[in-house]
């Protein structure tokens, strides 16, 4: 059985797949593939928001992150250390990372609050577990209430 958050973060991504822009997201940083993508909130369930202390609203997202290792046999999830930020215009937020371990699923999440229509932008930066570096990534996404 597939754990809540995870359906919800699925179920997000497959109704984002109707619009090329919203496809699955990710980039390589050697043998490291980091993928990220940017959910509303009120596409969250109340009950799952609540099981992971996720405040709902029309005005807040979450940033969700996950990294795999490009190993012989495939790729496999790993932990990673993070630190980053979002910002737009007018407001700049540090990014506090909840990881999540659902079965062998690793990822982290952050919530951030938004202003309907305007691009955010991102900076993270993660050390996956096993890296001899750490890894910046830069990214904008734009936001709409829903």
């Known amino acids: 059985m597939v754990p809540r ?4 973060l699925l179920l997000s991504f497959l109704l ?3 619009s090329a822009a919203h496809a699955q997201q990710s980039e390589r940083f050697g043998p490291f593939e980091l993928h990220y993508s940017v959910v509303n909130t009120t596409f969250l369930e109340p009950q799952v928001a609540a099981t992971y202390g996720i405040t709902r609203g029309k005005k807040r997202a ?3 992150l996950a990294v795999r290792e490009h190993v012989e046999t495939g ?3 790993r932990t990673m250390q993070l630190k980053g930020r979002t910002w737009d215009l007018i407001q700049n937020q540090d990014l506090t990372f909840q990881e999540v371990r659902e079965g062998p699923a690793i990822y982290y999440i952050a919530e951030f609050s938004f202003i309907n ?4 932008f991102f900076e993270v930066h993660f050390r996956p577990e096993g890296a001899g570096e750490t890894y910046t990534f830069k990214f ?3 936001l709409y209430i829903n």
């Open 5 to 8: 958050l995870t359906t919800a």
């Open 16 to 18: 984002s797949l109707g």
């Open 140 to 142: 904008k996404h734009q």
């Open 75 to 77: 790729t496999e999830a």
């Open 62 to 64: 979450i940033l969700n």
């Open 117 to 120: 229509e305007e691009w955010r």
